[in-house]
């Protein structure tokens, strides 16, 4: 029996570990819509090693080519409410960081972002990538940044070094 392209294609992924082999594959896929839809799937279906290393995979393309994520934004917000690893919302909300969101993508992504971001027990890089997709989509709506700064400043001196660097970043608004 033959392998369908989609299923060797599934089968590459999950023999891959290393940072420059998921470089290599998003290389590869890059300019591939079909590679492209067939990574953001795998990942959306968020149940095992394969959908962590998709994201990852993703992630190194959206860090060329931000646009990649647009046609998948609300899966990509549904996904952050879904019981995912936590690699795999890491990515979700670093490619956020860059992406144009409508007016109700706006405001489901940040009623997720600041539970995501008030939620101590979650680990410190998503919720860094969370804040900062605050602060960005504050950028469109500023009656938001009184809410954000109050979010930011509870409890800060508690937080790790990177927090408080980016933190600190958005308080003072010198972010990018």
Known sequence: M???????FRNDIKDTFHQNAWKTIANAALNNTTLID???E???EGKDTLARTSSEIIRHISDKDPNI?????DELIEALEKPYHAGIKRCIFRMFQKAEFNNDQSGKLLDISFRYLQNRSNPIAPRVFAMTTI???SKKFPELLPELDATISDNLSQESAGFQNRAKKILNRTWK
Do not use: A, R, T
């Open 135 to 137: 602060y960005n989509i």
């Open 42 to 44: 795998f990942m959306l």
């Open 69 to 73: 994520v647009q046609p998948y934004i």
């Open 38 to 40: 067939w990574l953001f």
């Open 2 to 8: 033959h392998l369908s392209e989609k299923d060797q």
